[in-house]
């Protein structure tokens, strides 16, 4: 069965600091993988998305940037974070094609100060 | 603009009772429907979809009802039981590219 880790599960940064939050997803290969977050009262904004090694679409201008290094990780990084970055941060996998669910990570909690 | 809205940021529904959670979208070519539960602090689980070319789907306690006239979805639960105290988002895909709602959050009271 299919597996996805995060970690670390809570984090907390001071500003101008940098960031890397790790996906891992077991058990299947060549996953679509995705980068959410979670902000107070805005729902589950997309971040980025990936349908291969190396490809990464970005889905809105941030301080943050994705890498897939490997076919089934998924890394998240700021080089210098702002206090707006704070939120709960949730990976996600799903197959690829015309599959439309998508399996979630435990998430991280991420805070600025 | 949002193209998922849930304009119902919480409910709160007696035990035993059903819940109905409501969705509206505005993209004519989304083809798949999601609904997500999610508990504090845990990731999203998948719940129960629907495809455009139906109008209901059923899975034990939870209904999901499809209206593309109105672009308008639900997701009933009945009976409405303690654990299904959650945030619920609605989700809507086209070729593949899924969009949440902003959630709502279910109280279910004893």
């Known amino acids: 069965s299919q597996t996805i880790h995060q970690w670390p599960a809570t984090l907390v940064q001071p500003v101008g600091s940098p960031l890397s939050l790790e996906c891992t997803v077991e058990?299947?290969?060549?996953?679509?993988l995705y980068w959410y977050r979670q902000a107070a009262g805005r729902g589950l904004q997309l971040l980025f998305y990936?349908?291969?090694?190396?490809?990464i679409s970005s889905e809105v201008p941030q301080n943050l940037s994705a890498s897939r290094p490997q076919d089934r990780q998924f890394i998240l990084s700021s080089k210098k974070l702002l206090l707006s970055d704070s939120g709960f941060y949730l990976c996600?996998?799903?197959?690829?094609?015309?599959?439309?669910?998508?399996?979630f990570g435990p998430g991280t909690r991420l805070t600025v100060l | 603009d949002q193209q998922v809205k849930q304009n119902s940021p919480s409910l709160s529904v007696q035990e035993g009772r059903i819940s109905i959670l409501n969705c509206d979208y505005t993209?004519?070519?989304?083809?798949?429907f999601l609904w997500y539960k999610k508990y504090p602090a845990e990731g999203p689980t998948f719940l129960i979809s629907?495809?455009?070319?139906?109008d209901k789907n059923e899975d034990g306690r939870f209904t999901v009802f499809l209206n593309k006239s109105a672009k308008h979805l639900s997701l009933h639960i009945v009976p409405s039981q303690p654990g299904d105290s959650a945030v619920y988002f609605c989700?809507?895909?086209?070729?593949?590219?899924?969009?949440f709602g902003k959630g709502t959050r279910l109280h279910i009271l004893p």
């Open positions: 996600a996998w799903s197959l690829g094609g015309s599959y439309n669910e998508q399996f």
């Open positions: 058990g299947t290969s060549n996953p679509n």
């Open positions: 990936s349908v291969g090694i190396g490809q």
């Open positions: 993209n004519s070519m989304f083809d798949y």
């Open positions: 629907i495809s455009s070319i139906k």
């Open positions: 989700a809507a895909s086209e070729a593949g590219e899924i969009i």
